[in-house]
């Protein structure tokens, strides 16, 4: 059964480093799509960062990018020169290709992010 | 210019209520989708739908309507609320041009009584 896991519940970070935070999935297609998205502290929910399953490369948008190892089914995603404004809630979400037109997401249970400053 | 709003922001039911929880997407998606988060549990899909005129059952739909009017409008319909249903909602767009990526709405906060 399709599955993903965040296995870091918080994360502690200084302002301007870098931090990485970790996501895992499951499934048994060989296409799927794996999304990143933040949560801010009002509630808004914004969509980040986007890596399709056949391609090799990371994505890479502004200061988000991911780590994607296929083979350990894990996607990362990576944050450089953290801001206050980054603190947040970040879930990692799959769609399976199976699913066809539905455009299902599934979502893991997230990760605080705290940039101190 | 927000591309998915909902009404109402926040909502205080009694139990046995009826509840309407309304969505607008100006993105043209073809697809929307309803979801609740609370703690524990992430975000899960209640109902989502291809277009106007469809619905289908998403993750948990028990306790839960809903009605696709129109390619903009999506609602969610709680016929005799419950205190379990006490929750925050979500309504998201998407479309295949996208990738199905998927926009949301600012949420709407239920209190059942």
């Known amino acids: 059964a399709q599955k993903v896991t965040q296995t870091q519940t918080s994360i502690s970070v200084m302002e301007k480093t870098t931090v990485t935070m970790d996501c895992v999935y499951e499934?048994?297609?060989?296409?799927?799509?794996l999304f990143w998205y933040k949560q801010t502290a009002s509630g808004e929910i914004v969509f980040l960062i986007r890596?399709?399953?056949?391609?090799?490369e990371n994505a890479t948008v502004g200061h988000y990018s991911l780590n994607f190892q296929k083979p350990k089914s894990s996607i990362g995603l990576i944050i450089t020169a953290t801001q206050i404004e980054d603190s947040a809630v970040y879930f990692c979400a799959m769609r399976e290709g199976i699913t066809g037109n539905t455009g299902k997401l599934i979502f893991g249970l997230g990760t605080t992010l705290q940039v101190q400053p | 210019e927000a591309a998915v709003t909902q009404s109402p922001r926040n909502k205080v039911a009694v139990t046995g209520g009826k509840v309407t929880l309304s969505c607008n997407q100006t993105?043209?998606?073809?697809?929307m989708y309803w979801y609740r988060q609370d703690t524990g549990h992430g975000l899960r899909l209640i109902h989502y739908s291809y277009g106007a005129g469809s619905t289908e059952k998403g993750d948990i739909p028990d306790g839960y309507k809903a009605s696709r009017p129109s390619q903009e409008n999506f609602s969610l319909i709680l016929e005799l609320a419950t205190p379990s249903q006490t929750s925050v909602y979500f309504c998201?767009?998407?479309?295949?041009?996208?990738?199905?990526?998927?926009?949301f709405g600012p949420g709407t906060r239920l209190t059942v009584l």
């Open positions: 890596q399709d399953s056949y391609k090799k």
């Open positions: 993105n043209n998606h073809n697809n």
């Open positions: 998201a767009s998407g479309d295949a041009a996208d990738f199905y990526e998927q926009y």
């Open positions: 499934t048994q297609d060989s296409s799927y799509f």
